[in-house]
């Protein structure tokens, strides 16, 4: 069974930082795209950040320079580093990893392009 479990969300104040990680179990996910989503009340889900198989990453243009997404294929483990964040940055994270079709291929951008996801971890960043 596959399974993706997020960890690092909370509540920051404007201008800190946090660290999501995400721990996939059940599959081999090194050859597939990994990326992260949020989802704040009201809206659609959103792509924030994707990392190909070779490490190759991919950023929503408001995260660009403050966000990094990584993996450790040894531990079948993404992270995403936020940095200056900031209250719009408030909303549910979501890891999720491309099944097939989708090998040594750019991570997809629409929640479409992704066949497992985590359960979501709360990011809350207070003015």
């Known amino acids: 069974q596959v399974q993706l479990v997020e960890s690092g969300g909370g509540l920051v104040q404007a201008g800190g930082s946090l660290r999501l990680s995400c721990a996939a179990s059940g599959r081999t996910f090194s050859t597939y795209p990994m990326g992260w989503f949020r989802q704040a009340p009201g809206k659609e889900r959103e792509f924030v950040a994707g990392c190909d198989w070779n490490g190759i990453t991919y950023y929503e243009d408001s995260v660009k320079g403050r966000f990094t997404i990584s993996r450790d294929n040894t531990k079948s483990t993404v992270y995403l580093r936020m940095n200056s964040l900031n209250p719009e940055d408030t909303a549910v994270y979501y890891c999720?990893?491309?099944?097939?079709?989708?090998?040594?291929?750019?991570?997809?951008?629409?929640?479409?392009?992704?066949?497992?996801w985590g359960q979501g971890t709360q990011v809350t960043v207070s003015s």
């Open positions: 999720a990893a491309s099944g097939d079709g989708y090998a040594f291929r750019r991570p997809p951008v629409t929640p479409m392009g992704y066949d497992y």
